[in-house]
């Protein structure tokens, strides 16, 4: 019995380890894959400004250091094309709107400093739209369908999806009836999404709301705050730097807030998945198995 074991694992490790050393990878390659949705602050709207007599919006095209484009940084573009990730992440998929910084490429930034090793390509899939309710993100809708197809294209390639970026609500804050029902939409969209992207314990970070738009702000933040699936983390961009009108993060408050992103989800990652994870950025079956089995663990530690 113990010789058969032994064997198996060498069959494993064997077959994984070649995989793992091949070196600079190809946008076709394996990617450590985030998906970007919610909508005009995850869209990004940072040095935006309204010219308030004509009402022209427009982008000051200024990028800070943090949200730079860098050769292994890609974007899945609208027509599901890799490309280099640029600012603005979104404007093929919020095209209606003046985008500009969102909190997408400081986010990679800082997990690529952290974790060089660990996430060697990324792959961004930015989803978000301006001035949406989270009616128009449940299982059926256009843009849940598009952000589960667009996940899926990502895939394809090669890759794993690492988490999804939540950032949305301030639509919902208008009315009190969207508010009070918006914890149970929130928690039925991560329960979802997660299923429909078949991976259990998928981290989501999402945010709480940094402006007061509407009368119920504090009923669609409390509900943010009060969510409690195991998978999922809040960061609070209460007090962050506004745009002139309360509704945007300013370029340095997305670049604060990419920075927040990251340290939560480095801080929900258990340290032995990192390490398996450094050493065999493939998705092979033995790491897939240990890294379900450790999610497991910690998901059942957390009941
Ligand atoms: C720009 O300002 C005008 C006038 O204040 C306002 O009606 C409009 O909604 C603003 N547009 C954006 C995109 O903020
Ligand atoms: C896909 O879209 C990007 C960005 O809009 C563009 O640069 C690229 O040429 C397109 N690729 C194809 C194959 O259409
Ligand atoms: C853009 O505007 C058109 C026309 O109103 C609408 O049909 C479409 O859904 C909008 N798309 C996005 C991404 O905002």
Redesign the pocket.
């Given at each position: 019995m113990l010789p058969m074991l032994i064997l198996i694992f060498w069959a494993i490790l064997a077959r994984s380890w070649p995989l793992a050393a091949t070196h600079p990878l190809p946008p076709t390659a394996q990617k450590s894959i985030f998906i970007l949705a919610g909508q005009s602050n995850m869209a990004g709207r940072g040095g935006v400004t309204n010219d308030t007599a004509t009402g022209v919006t427009t982008w000051d095209g200024i990028v800070p250091p943090d949200c730079r484009p860098n050769p292994s940084i890609l974007r899945l573009?609208?027509?599901l094309?890799w490309?280099e990730a640029r600012e603005p992440l979104h404007s093929?998929i919020d095209y209606n709107k003046t985008n500009g910084v969102g909190p997408g490429m400081a986010f990679v930034h800082a997990i690529l400093r952290a974790a060089k090793l660990e996430f060697g390509l990324v792959g961004l899939v930015p989803c978000a739209v301006g001035g949406t309710k989270i009616t128009e993100w449940q299982r059926g809708t256009v843009l849940y369908d598009q952000m589960t197809r667009r996940a899926q294209a990502a895939l394809r390639g090669g890759g794993r999806i690492r988490a999804v970026l939540w950032y949305q609500g301030e639509s919902d804050t208008l009315e009190r009836e969207d508010a009070e029902l918006y914890k149970r939409r929130l928690e039925g969209l991560f329960v979802d999404l997660v299923a429909d992207l078949q991976s259990p314990g998928l981290p989501i970070i999402q945010v709480a709301l940094a402006s007061k738009v509407g009368p119920y702000t504090e009923t669609v933040r409390a509900a943010q705050l009060g969510i409690s699936l195991p998978n999922v983390r809040t960061v609070d961009a209460m007090g962050l730097p506004l745009e002139p009108g309360g509704l945007h993060l300013t370029t340095p408050a997305q670049v604060q807030l990419g920075k927040m992103l990251a340290r939560a989800l480095l801080n929900s990652i258990p340290k032995p998945i990192s390490l398996i994870s450094s050493k065999a950025p493939t998705m092979m079956p033995s790491n897939f198995i240990l890294d379900f089995l450790l999610r497991l663990v910690r998901i059942l530690g957390t009941i």
């Open positions: 573009a609208a027509n094309t490309m093929d």
